[in-house]
């Protein structure tokens, strides 16, 4: 969505317009749904959790204010907070078994397609070995397609930081499929 | 196995060739612009490839169309009442606000003519030196506030205050836990104490609290930090009032006192304890805590009770004070104490939390402006009293 769209949806929403939220809402619930279902292990939770950040979205609206940063920075923020309260409200922070078992953003489910199966499963995998900030900036770069410096705006974190956990964890991710005797050009060459 | 050697170098030549290859460059041409790096690049850029390739993962369609209807609804609930600037005072009690203010106003100026002190300490903040004037002035402002009958709208105020002062506490670096419990305080007392009209102002600081919320993370594993997370779930109930997840109730501790109360008048009272001067919380009890109001439950609709309250409540007191419940005349003010109910996970008694916070240091607030605003303010609301009376 562009800026001047999503600042122009925004204005209407805040004077109570709820087509303009639902536009806001159909443009960002993947992305926030993904975000979450990557740190969290149950489909459902992630769900609840996306409908929760949405509904905070609609409390906080009337004092939201564009500080130059896209809209979905500021949802990002209160999912990043959601699934910190949800460990919290378990007594507890996020362990690697629950990075383990978090659902990998990647399809799995195909009806045809084992190489994309194959594909998935082994990121999957491959995954498990990143730490919280690298699986989130690999989404970001990867899954959701943003820049560098709008992964550093959203993260809050300089771009020479996104660049380095972008760095490691590739790499990482290369080391464990590397490991586990997968061939990415094999599977790359599966997709075409 | 042999680590991999990272260097700023490798995360510049990495993401040069994810960006051209957006572009449209190839992986060879990447990999021909870096022979000597070609070890590591070929399969980091073949990762970011496939990663790119892949179908992301969605939410169906279905459960994206079933929570926009849930969203929409709440949106439609959720828009918030404009507003107001003026609040219709009682004709009985106009004149007599009206009054009141000038007191206030004569009391204000006098103070801060004589001394400036407070003037200044106006805009302090935590850990300036004139920030006790600032706490210490305002406890006068909340102890004028209860006489006029304005308690809800000077905790809305200095809740905002509050977190005003949070975000300077943050923007210095010098954020600290105490920071988080001055606005924990404020801000439950503003919610327990807001009425129809005031419940909207609250919420909205509510609604600017909470994106703030994660950029606190540093405190993310304090007590404070969670206490705030959960009076940041305060969402407006159908019937108009708020409501917010409780804190787990909190197992008695030695300096627990029980106190008895008639589970049908009201589970909330305001307690205003004097101290004697120069006490510091010891295992000597030195402080007197004395309900401000009876029972009476009329300034509490804030809060909605599902569980029938059974008659002993437990009230956790921080200092040393021992409670008496005869309302009595107003002492020499410097602690309050909002108690309210919640709801034990077992479903069993409701107990009494105290936020046992000393007062003094609670209400914060430019009392020269504050003062001036209350001044004018119930000047306006008197006289648009008297005009909304006029035929």
């Known amino acids: ?192 | 196995m042999i680590e991999p050697t990272y260097s700023p170098q490798q995360e510049n030549i990495l993401q040069a060739c994810l960006v051209a290859m957006q572009s449209g460059a190839s992986l060879k041409d990447c990999l021909a612009q870096y022979p000597n790096e070609v070890t590591w690049l070929k399969s980091a850029l073949l990762v970011s490839s496939l990663m790119v390739r892949l179908p992301a993962r969605e939410l169906p369609a279905p459960n994206v169309a079933r929570l926009e209807e849930r969203l929409l609804a709440t949106f439609e609930k959720q828009t918030l009442p404009k507003a107001k600037v003026l609040r219709p005072a009682p004709t009985i009690w106009a004149g007599w606000q009206r009054a009141a203010a000038m007191v206030v106003t004569v009391l204000a100026f006098g103070f801060l003519g004589g001394t400036g002190t407070v003037m200044a300490s106006a805009n302090s903040q935590p850990t300036d030196a004139l920030y006790s004037v600032k706490r210490a002035w305002e406890s006068v402002i909340v102890l004028i506030a209860e006489w006029i009958g304005r308690l809800d709208d000077v905790w809305a105020h200095l809740a905002q205050v509050r977190y005003e002062e949070l975000l300077a506490m943050r923007e210095r670096g010098t954020l600290q836990p105490e920071h988080l419990n001055a606005l924990n305080i404020a801000l439950e007392n503003a919610l327990l104490l807001a009425d129809s009209e005031t419940r909207p102002q609250v919420f909205m600081l509510v609604s600017q609290v909470q994106p703030t919320l994660s950029t606190l993370e540093p405190l993310a594993q304090s007590t404070e930090y969670s206490r705030l997370s959960l009076l940041l779930t305060v969402q407006f109930t159908p019937n108009g009032t708020l409501e917010w997840e409780s804190l787990p109730a909190e197992a008695p501790s030695d300096n627990t006192s029980n106190v008895l109360i008639d589970p049908t008048a009201t589970l909330f009272m305001v307690t205003l304890p004097t101290e004697t001067p120069a006490s510091t919380p010891s295992s000597t009890p030195t402080a007197t805590s004395t309900p401000r109001f009876a029972p009476t439950a009329t300034r509490i609709p804030a809060i909605t009770l599902t569980n029938t309250p059974t008659p002993t409540l437990t009230q956790i007191v921080i200092a040393t004070a021992t409670h008496t419940l005869t309302p009595l005349p107003l002492p020499g003010l410097s602690q309050t104490r909002v108690i309210r109910p919640t709801e034990t996970p077992s479903g069993t008694n409701p107990s009494i939390i105290s936020s046992a916070t000393p007062r003094p240091g609670d209400s914060q607030e430019s009392p020269f402006i504050r003062l001036t605003f209350e001044a004018v303010y119930m000047t306006q609301t008197a006289e648009a009293q008297a005009t909304e009376e006029t035929p």
Do not use: C
């Not at chain 1, 995954?127 to 690298?134: A, P, S, V, Y």
């Open chain 1, 1 to 192: 969505m562009e800026r001047a769209e999503e600042k122009k949806l925004i204005q209407q929403a805040k004077e109570g317009d709820s087509q303009a939220f639902a536009s806001l809402y159909q443009a960002h619930v993947q992305p926030i749904f993904r975000y979450i279902l990557a740190r969290v292990s149950d489909f459902e939770l992630a769900e609840d959790l996306t409908s929760d950040v949405f509904t905070r979205a609609i409390s906080g609206l009337a004092s939201y204010q564009d500080e130059g940063t896209p809209f979905i920075a500021w949802l990002y923020r209160i999912a990043h907070a959601r699934v910190i309260d949800t460990y919290r409200k378990k007594g507890r922070n996020p362990t690697p078994s629950d990075i383990e078992d978090a659902v990998v953003p990647f399809e799995t489910d195909f009806d045809e397609g084992l190489m994309q199966q194959e594909a998935a499963q082994a990121l999957k995998s491959a995954m498990r070995d990143l730490t919280e900030d690298q699986r989130t900036v690999i989404i970001l770069r990867f899954v959701e397609g943003y820049r560098l410096e709008q992964v550093a705006v959203i993260l809050k974190k300089n771009a020479n930081a996104i660049k380095a956990l972008q760095h490691r964890a590739v790499r990482a991710i290369a080391a464990r499929l590397e490991r586990n005797g997968v061939d990415i050009e094999t599977l790359l060459a599966g997709l075409s």
